[in-house]
């Protein structure tokens, strides 16, 4: 199995930065592409950013402000978000994906971690 475990939210004022993290553990051979989606009341669940092999893709909206990384030897994403916005409270969620040890891939999404931005 992989569990995947988020930290790193909370409650900051406007202008402020949060750094999301999002461990994966289990039976891992190789992780694939990581992501950070979020959701706010009443809408959809929507891209934050993703990293596939290097490459990097952000919503517009946080381009600039949001900067994913990974540190593959800790099976850990990262989400640094700065200057913060109201429009950016959310539950976020990473997402990981990869190959098991024992070989079938795997897609899993974290529990959610809740940001939100007072104006």
């Known amino acids: 199995q992989v569990h995947l475990v988020e930290s790193g939210g909370g409650l900051v004022q406007a202008g402020g930065s949060l750094r999301l993290s999002c461990a994966a553990s289990?039976?891992?051979?190789?992780?694939?592409?990581m992501g950070w989606y979020r959701q706010a009341p009443g809408k959809q669940r929507e891209l934050v950013a993703t990293?596939?092999?290097?490459?990097?893709n952000y919503a517009g909206s946080v381009k600039g402000r949001f900067t994913i990384s990974r540190d593959n030897a800790k099976s850990t994403v990262y989400l640094q978000m700065n200057s913060l916005k109201p429009e950016d409270t959310a539950v976020y969620y990473c997402?990981?994906?990869?190959?098991?040890?024992?070989?079938?891939?795997?897609?899993?999404w974290g529990q959610g971690t809740q940001v939100t931005v007072s104006s």
């Open positions: 289990g039976s891992i051979s190789r992780l694939s592409d």
């Open positions: 990293e596939s092999t290097g490459a990097t």
């Open positions: 997402r990981i994906n990869g190959i098991t040890t024992w070989g079938p891939q795997f897609d899993y």
